[in-house]
């Protein structure tokens, strides 16, 4: 499984931004795909969660309101998002997509290697 995000990038405080994550290498029908981000000097945080029975969605309290995780398995697209609106400098971070995917009879974990999103006037 393969994981590629993108769509970071500096952005004033009030504006959008939206993250792709292209995943390729999975075809589970159970699996939760995920967006976490990690600020310098703080632990990594977990931003929102698509779960795929049911097709629930959830997020951290710091990003409720503000952020929308959506994904698109038709056409064979197999791409995430992380629509992000009215950021905050706090919301500096890298970010990254995690696939944690039943698989082999086991939930295993994917990572990509982050997008930078700096929020800054």
């Known amino acids: 499984v393969q994981l590629v995000e993108s769509g970071g990038g500096l952005v004033q405080p009030g504006g959008s931004l939206r993250l792709s994550c292209a995943a390729s290498?999975?075809?589970?029908?159970?699996?939760?795909m995920r967006w976490y981000r990690q600020a310098p000097g703080k632990e990594r945080e977990l931003v929102a969660t698509?779960?795929?029975?049911?097709?629930?969605?959830?997020?951290g309290d710091s990003v409720k309101g503000r952020f929308t995780i959506s994904g698109d398995r038709d056409n064979a697209k197999n791409t995430w998002y992380l629509q992000m609106n009215s950021l905050r400098p706090e919301d500096t971070a890298v970010y990254y997509c995690?696939?944690?995917?039943?698989?082999?009879?086991?939930?295993?974990?994917?990572w990509g290697l982050g997008t930078q999103v700096t929020v800054s006037s």
């Open positions: 290498g999975f075809t589970s029908s159970r699996y939760a």
């Open positions: 995690n696939a944690h995917v039943w698989q082999l009879f086991k939930w295993q974990d994917y």
């Open positions: 698509f779960n795929s029975v049911g097709g629930a969605t959830d997020y």
